[in-house]
């Protein structure tokens, strides 16, 4: 008589449902994540990395100024893009869109795609310097229409690096000029950056 019931079995069942939803939302509580791993929000204008950065080659630095030398990379200002559109495709609705920003003198209003919690410290320049490239941390922007979140921007992705787990070969050589030790055997790595709570939590 120890046969489980289909009515048994339901409930059982729910249960179970119920034990991973609430146990789910537990561990999202517990590590309030800031992985928005795909995040693409809609933005005001359509503005495409393929057609831009891709189909037309443009630099990175371009539009994104200074990320060498600061802790942010700018969004571009409108004045940037009015360097092309003041002649480029102008009977398009979205560049007359820009331009009327331009001439109101009133910012784009682009939405952030990447944002880490104020508690986290992320410096983009001590990474450019190192040789991490864009595509590392954002994927293939080039060949995206519309850019999303590429990486989980979560604290053991950083780790993983920091610790050189995932480091790229390219920037463990540029490391090993001053460390050569981070070159060691690959199942025993050494960390490339800091792995210290403070470098990024202060
Ligand atoms: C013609 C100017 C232009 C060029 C060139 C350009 N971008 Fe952008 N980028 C923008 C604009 C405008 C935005 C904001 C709108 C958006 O998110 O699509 C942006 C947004 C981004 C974002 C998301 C920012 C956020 O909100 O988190 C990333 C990442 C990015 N660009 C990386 C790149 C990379 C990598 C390259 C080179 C392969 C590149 N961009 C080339 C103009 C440009
Ligand atoms: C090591 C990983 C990494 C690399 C390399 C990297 N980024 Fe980022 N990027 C991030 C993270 C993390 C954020 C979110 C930062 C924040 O919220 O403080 C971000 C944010 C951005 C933003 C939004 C504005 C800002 O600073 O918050 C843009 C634009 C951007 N990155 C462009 C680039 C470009 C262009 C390159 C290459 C020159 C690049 N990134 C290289 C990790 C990286
Ligand atoms: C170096 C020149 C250059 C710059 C700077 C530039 N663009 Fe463009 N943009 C182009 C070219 C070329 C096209 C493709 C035109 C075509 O399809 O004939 C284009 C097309 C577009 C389109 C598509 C229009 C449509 O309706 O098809 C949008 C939207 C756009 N750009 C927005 C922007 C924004 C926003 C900026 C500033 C962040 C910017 N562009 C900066 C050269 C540029
Ligand atoms: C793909 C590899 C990689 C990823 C991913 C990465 N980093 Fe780094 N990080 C580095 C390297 C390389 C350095 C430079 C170390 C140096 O200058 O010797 C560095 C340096 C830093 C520094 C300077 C501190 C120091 O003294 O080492 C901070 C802060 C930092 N990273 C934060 C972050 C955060 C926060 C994230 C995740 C959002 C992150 N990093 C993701 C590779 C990475
Ligand atoms: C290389 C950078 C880096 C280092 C080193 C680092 N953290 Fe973090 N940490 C982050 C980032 C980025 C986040 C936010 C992303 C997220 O919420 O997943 C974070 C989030 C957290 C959180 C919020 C909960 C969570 O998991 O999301 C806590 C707590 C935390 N870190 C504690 C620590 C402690 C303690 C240390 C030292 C043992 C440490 N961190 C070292 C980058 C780092």
Redesign the pocket.
Known sequence: MSRISSGQKKTLLVLAILVMVVGGGAVQLFYPSASNQGYAPEQP????HK??AGD?K?ACA??HVGIEKSRHASV?S?N??M???TV??TD????QK?QKHFREGTP?EWVRVHELPDFAYFPHKRHVAKGVSCETCHGDVRKMEKVYQYAPLNMGWCMDCHRGVTTPRNVLAEIAKERPEVMDSSLNHKPVASIQCAACHH
């Open positions: 204008i359509p503005f495409s057609l831009h037309n443009m371009y539009c571009p409108v940037v893009c360097n092309c559109h480029v495709k398009s609705p979205w560049i820009i784009i």
